[in-house]
């Protein structure tokens, strides 16, 4: 049993909150918002979330304007949202969770054809969901996005969300600035490190001058885009040609970010996350590559795309607890804040590890879809182990409501099998 201040299921302060426990809902993208606003679906998914034994569960995505949606079945934060996410926010406070909001613009990631939108991006990009390439944003839209972020965050405030953060990773559209693949720009938010760094600071900085205190407020940091082998895997030397050459964020500019965030003083804590949406989504998730499942998602020039390229596209990650350790434990030593280890923490002896390295909270996705319970009962009997088996196939019913497949029965459980 955790003592009253050890052990991932004691109490903790992040910012000006206090969690229940250490163990926080991380945002995957519910798919429960056909026309752009709260449904009695999502309300009912993150309530048995947070029934489920979460300190805090985390409402994906919250775009800040319609065009930084990844399509338009997507809530963006207006005033018609807000009755909604009051409910939402009641019912996860019920249960006597915490609630966050997500906060990002999707950039490069979003459907053109769908949001019926430009995509934006920091230079003219590829944006494959909508067949297009982006418009490249001009320094009075980097103004106007730094308003928008400062009204979504007002908004959730005011629905009820005690939490905020903001979507840096992944290749969004802040993690596109950073990326000096994608970014080539030659103004102030273009080519050295603190260039592409700034917009990523200034959102910060504009949504805790719109929330002061009445939030926590973190952001989800890309430790490595997936563009060649991470640094940590590379010698200094090749390190230093690599720096050389045009390629992804990785985990040396990803820890000096972290520092410029950190001095600005904005921030309650950094989440470390890694991939892109763009270049190589299954970094961040390691486990099976579901690619048949994923192309049958889609449609028309999408499917047949996706059936060409998927083993490009959808790569094999080969899944165990923890994974994303050894680039989170860079970005822990390079700054004090509290950080929250998101990527493969199913058990006890993975939310061990992540307190012993020096991880203040946990971020769990999949097994929590799989079992809503098992920060329950994992508080109950630390030798519980995860029914997840990692093999992502929930996600592509992000485009018809997020789920397991083996939980909903339209998949049958290998392990049930297994113990028949």
């Known amino acids: 049993m955790d003592s009253p201040t050890t052990g991932p299921f004691s109490p903790a302060k992040l910012g000006p909150l206090t969690l229940r426990n250490r163990l926080i809902k991380c945002a995957t993208f519910e798919g429960m918002t056909p026309d752009a606003v ?39 934060m207006r005033p018609e949202a807000v009755p909604g996410l009051q409910k939402l926010t009641d019912a996860i406070h019920s249960e006597g969770a915490l609630a966050a909001a997500q906060l990002g613009h999707a950039g490069a990631v979003a459907n053109s054809v ?19 390439v982006t418009r490249k944003v001009t320094a009075d839209d980097i103004a106007e996005l730094r308003v928008k972020f400062r009204r979504a965050a007002r908004l959730a405030v005011d629905s009820g969300f005690d939490g905020l953060e903001i979507h840096c990773g992944h290749n969004y559209l802040i993690s596109s600035f950073l990326s000096p693949l994608l970014n080539r720009r030659r103004d102030s938010y273009g080519g050295s490190l603190v260039n592409r760094a700034r917009i990523a600071r ?21 430790t490595y885009d997936g563009v060649g082998r991470p640094d940590i895997e590379r010698s200094p030397k090749a390190r230093a040609r690599g720096r050389a050459k045009l390629s992804g964020f990785n985990i040396d500019e990803a820890c000096q970010v972290a520092q410029l965030l950190e001095s600005d003083g904005h921030l309650d804590a950094i989440e470390p996350t890694a991939g892109s949406s763009l270049l190589n989504p299954m970094y961040l998730f390691h486990g099976d590559a579901p690619r048949k499942e994923f192309a049958d998602a889609f449609s028309g020039a999408m499917k047949y795309g996706l059936k060409a390229f998927a083993p490009v596209f959808l790569k094999n990650y080969q899944y165990h607890d923890g994974y994303l350790l050894p680039l989170a434990r860079e970005l822990r030593k390079a700054v004090d804040l509290p950080m929250i280890l998101l990527g493969g923490i199913t058990d006890r002896p993975s939310m061990d590890l992540a307190m012993a390295e020096g991880f203040d ?33 929930c996600m592509p019913t992000i485009y018809s409501q997020t789920r397991c497949p083996i939980r909903t029965g339209e998949v049958p459980d290998p392990l049930a099998a297994v113990s028949s």
């Open 361 to 393: 909270f946990m971020a769990m996705g999949r097994a929590i879809l799989r079992e809503p319970d098992l920060p329950l009962r994992l508080a109950q009997d630390p030798a519980t182990q995860s029914k997840c088996i990692h093999c992502n196939l």
């Open 114 to 132: 769908s949001n019926r939108a430009k995509a934006l991006g920091p230079s003219h990009i590829p944006a494959p969901m909508g067949m297009s």
């Open 202 to 222: 200034e959102v910060v900085e504009s949504v805790r001058e719109e929330v002061g205190d009445e939030a926590a407020i973190w952001v989800k940091l890309n």
């Open 38 to 76: 709260v449904t009695d679906e999502l309300i009912e998914f993150h309530r048995e979330v947070a029934a489920g034994g979460v300190a805090m569960s985390t409402v994906a995505y919250c775009a800040i304007s319609p065009e930084g949606r990844t399509d338009r079945h997507q809530i963006y």
